[in-house]
Structures are given as C-alpha cells and as structure tokens.
Antibody, heavy 116, light 113 residues
C-alpha cells in the first residue's frame, strides 16, 4: 500500500531554515508528480508547491516563491522541501501528497513551528 | 486565484439522516483536456486529509457508497445519504484545474447533532 512519511519538522526561529523530507513506498515514485500542501493550526489547506517527474518542472505558491525549494531523489524514493527565511506565517503542518490535480495519498504531516 | 466557496461551514446532522455540502468556484473548472478537476477530501479529527471523490463524482477505493459527488462547471455538491458516526470531521473541496495555485474551500465541519 502507498505510504508517505514526512520528517524534519520542528521549532525554528524567524529567519531560520528547515528541510522537510518525505519517504515514499508502495508505488513507483519516479512515475508521479509530487506535492507539498500545508495547514496552519486550526485552519484550512493551502497548496505550497509541486514537482514533475524527472524534476523537469517545479512551481510554488506566491507566498513561498524564492524562499522554498522543492526537489526529489527518485533513487531514494524521496521528496524534499527546503524552507529558508521562515516567518511566523509559515507555521503549519506540512503534508506531502502523491499527485497534483487530484492528490490521491497524503502523509501524516510534519509540524513546522516558527517562533522566537 | 480561483476561489472555492463552501456552504454551510458548519453542518450538524442526526445519525442516519442525509447531509449535503455545496462548493462553488469563481471560474469554470473545466480543463482544456475536457476533464473537471474537482475533488472532495475528508479530514477526521487528528488525521490527514483523505480523498473521497475525484473528477466531480468518482469515488475512491474503500469509500462507502453513501458518499456521492455531483455538479458541473462552477457548482458542485457532496452528498452523504445516511450519516454515520465515523463521518464526523471537516470536508474540503479542491480544484485542480487552474494553477497557480490549486485551491481548497474553507472546509465544512460535520458534527453529529
């Protein structure tokens, strides 16, 4: 069965950096676009970024463009999100998801807390 | 950005009774390939979102047939024919037609009356 397991979350000060990872199993990772979606505490869902197969295309929501970088390692079935210049508004649970237009499977999420 | 507007935002329902959630988009969700990328997700308390419905009305594997999706263009509906206790949670519609960005509705909190 499909499994997505995020890691790398934690507490970071404003202006700091964090790198999230998502380990995928149960499907051919290299065949799928992958996404990051976040949810601020007690709030709704917000798309962050997605990456195409073979890493040929990446895209971001305006609020993170220039600060976040999505990447993947198909040999290790892993998805990453490098987050720089973090602000309090980036505090959220970050989910990795399989697919883009119709994200079919989600991980359990990684909590990122940005606070001084 | 395409705005997805759900109603109601709170939905108290008696066990065994039907429930309906509306989702309206600010633009047509018909994509150039002819498909309409409208999804429904369920988020139970303390859990990750789970996809229930994709392309308006296609139920995911393992989703009970009491859940159904309908609609077209800009107006969509998720219906639960008979609410069960395990259906408690927040329901989100999401459009995957227009990027950037793909967008979600605000969420509808279903609770048992």
């Amino acid at each position: 069965q499909v499994q997505l397991v995020e890691s790398g979350g934690g507490l970071v000060k404003p202006g700091g950096s964090l790198r999230l990872s998502c380990a995928a199993s149960g499907f051919t990772f290299s065949d799928y676009y992958m996404s990051w979606i976040r949810q601020a505490p007690g709030k709704g869902l917000e798309w962050v970024s997605f990456i195409s197969t073979r890493s040929s295309y990446t895209t971001y929501v305006d609020s993170v463009r220039g600060r976040f970088t999505i990447s993947r390692d198909d040999a290790k079935n892993s998805l990453f999100l490098q987050m720089n210049s973090l602000g309090v508004e980036d505090t959220a649970v970050y989910y990795c998801a399989r697919g883009t237009r119709e994200p079919s499977d989600w991980g359990q999420g990684a909590l990122v807390t940005v606070s001084s | 950005d395409v705005v997805m507007t759900q109603s109601p935002l709170s939905l108290p329902v008696t066990l065994g009774q039907p429930a309906s959630i509306s989702c309206k988009s600010s633009q047509s969700l018909v994509y150039s390939d002819g498909n309409t990328y409208l999804n429904w997700f369920q988020q139970r308390p303390g859990q990750s979102p789970r996809r229930l419905i994709y392309k308006i009305s296609n139920r995911d594997s393992g989703v009970p047939d009491r859940f159904s999706g309908s609609g077209s263009g800009t107006d969509f509906t998720l219906k639960i024919s008979r609410v069960e206790a395990e259906d408690v949670g927040v329901y989100y519609c999401m459009q995957g037609t227009h990027w950037p960005p793909y967008t979600f509705g605000q969420g509808t909190k279903l609770e048992i009356k």
